[in-house]
């Protein structure tokens, strides 16, 4: 028999056509495992195509004295928070027509050609039925590519389940808060409804899911213990600071109906930067709230055709910055751009940092934060001395602060994050060994 006070994991808040996802409570799990219970561990992989330039990332000195290169100034906000690991290499990407495709099937994987699966779906699999959702996957970029060379496929996700098996990315951060927290349908109201109607989440125009679902999160929170009832306060509060800063303001025009079209547009369609804030905050979210604890995101694909004109530049990122041929100007707009996406890794960063656990440790501190790419150098194609983050201790598993160097294929970093999943993992892709990232 269940104690009185258990709440299944299966626990939805609803309302008005609202069923929206709960955060893992204490009050979840039985008297010993609830006694043996830690705080969890999260990771995120956060991908930027077509390499960086290296000239301008890797700090020249090793240790916690680094001196900060112009690329990783974003960094000095947190530095304490960042391990820098220069020495990596991508070299099971064997080309088969395109370097990209060929490096971003195996970023995650170890493997050549998506050989699977990837880091975020083996912990997905270790913490499976401990959060809502497993894993997310989200992709900032353009959708699809003209003229790719085969396979194209390789290029729109990080996320393999098996070898060959990719995972669809969401494209709309609209989206993927709807996914996280709950959708209410679409009304059309007709000349005789003497209330405003209730639209659908995806538009601008729209009521919070929180107004929804409010009723029923107070009969919960009458329920839940001390620890539990600040995780659903939180939790809660996270979720209307998301659409807060989701919601663009748009109110209807007077005496006219509104209703819902055939299908949502995407938010921020021509407001790049916005559109991954966007994600960053849903990301930040779904790791703070426990709902889910693996995380891939891809800022772009690897032929990306953005233009970065916010940063001043005129020409398309791959096909001029990132194939400088060491021609200043080019140079300098490749390095405005590597330090731009930085600073959406920072962001990120920051607001795990400033988000508390139960005991008194941030979010960042039990997470791993993967920034890379497909290749090290996007002039170069190459797959050495890959640029490569890491934020947070993921309980103290990691020493950061510092820049470190290091040998091996980027799996040996992927064999040590594992482990403080699965202590008795062994191998992941290609590794060798794992890295010690404590010192």
Same mark, same amino acid.
């Given at each position: ?18 069923a ?6 204490d ?24 390499? *960086?330039? $290296? ?8 240790? /916690? ?9 974003? &960094?000095?906000?947190?530095? +304490?928070?960042?391990?820098? $690991? ?9 080309? +088969? =027509? +395109? ?13 050549f ?5 990837? $880091?975020?779906?083996v912990?997905? !699999?270790?913490?499976k ?23 194209? #496929? ?17 494209? +709309?951060? !609209? ?5 996280? *927290? ?21 538009l601008?125009?729209?009521?919070? &899911?929180?107004?929804? *679902? ?9 329920? $839940? ?14 979720v ?9 303001? /748009?109110?209807?025009?007077?005496g ?38 693996? &995380? ?20 398309q ?14 140079v ?9 996406? *930085?600073?959406?890794?920072? #962001? ?5 940092? =400033? ?19 497909? /290749?090290?150098? =996007? ?19 990691? !020493? ?23 202590? &008795? ?15």
């Open positions: 028999m269940k104690p009185s006070w258990y709440i299944s994991r299966r626990t939805l808040l609803r309302g008005a056509g609202v929206m996802a709960l955060p893992f409570f009050q979840m799990v039985a008297p010993k495992a609830n006694a043996q219970a830690l705080v969890p561990l999260r990771f995120a992989a956060t991908f930027v195509p077509n390499g *960086v330039y $290296l000239p301008g990332f890797f700090p020249a000195t090793e240790g /916690v004295n680094y001196a900060t290169s112009p690329i990783l100034m974003p &960094v000095e906000a947190i530095r +304490n928070d960042v391990l820098i $690991l220069s020495g990596l290499d991508n070299s099971v990407a064997q080309p +088969n =027509g +395109n370097m990209h495709t060929a490096g971003i099937a195996a970023f995650l994987t170890g493997a050609e998506a050989g699977g699966p990837s $880091l975020d779906q912990i997905a !699999q270790k913490t039925g401990m959060t809502p959702f497993p894993s997310l996957e989200f992709h900032g970029g353009e959708e699809g590519i003209e003229g790719c060379e085969q396979p194209c #496929y390789l290029h729109e996700t990080l996320a393999w389940s098996a070898a060959g098996q990719g995972i669809a990315p969401e494209r +709309n951060p !609209q989206a993927a808060f709807n996914r996280l *927290v709950g959708s209410i349908p679409a009304t059309v109201p007709s000349s005789t409804e003497p209330t405003p109607p209730v639209v659908d989440p995806k601008a125009i729209r009521r919070s &899911v929180l107004d929804a *679902v409010q009723a029923d999160a107070t009969t919960l929170s009458a329920k $839940l213990g001390p620890t539990d009832k600040a995780k659903l306060d939180a939790y809660l509060t996270a209307r600071e998301v659409e807060q800063r989701l919601a663009v303001g /748009v109110t209807p025009g007077g006219t109906t509104c209703s819902a079209p055939s299908s949502a547009p995407a938010p921020f369609a021509d407001d790049y930067p916005a559109r991954i804030k966007a994600f960053m905050d849903v990301t930040a979210l779904a790791l703070q709230c426990d709902l889910t604890r693996a &995380v891939t995101f891809m800022l772009a694909g690897w032929e990306s055709r953005h233009v970065f004109s916010f940063l001043g530049l005129k020409d990122h791959h096909i001029a910055y990132s194939h400088h041929e060491n021609n200043p100007t080019l300098d707009g490749c390095t405005k751009i590597d330090r731009w996406e *930085v600073e959406q890794f920072v #962001y990120l960063a920051t607001l795990l940092k =400033g988000a508390m656990e139960p005991n008194g440790q941030s979010v960042l501190d039990n997470s791993a934060l993967l920034f890379g790419s497909e /290749v090290s150098d =996007g002039n170069a194609h190459s797959r050495d001395n890959m640029p490569i983050l890491v934020a947070g201790k993921l309980g103290g598993a990691i !020493q950061s602060g510092r820049h470190l160097k290091a040998t091996g294929p980027l799996a040996n970093l992927y064999l040590s994050i594992l482990q403080s999943f699965d202590p &008795v993992a062994s191998k992941f892709g290609n590794s060798t060994a794992a890295l010690n990232l404590k010192a």
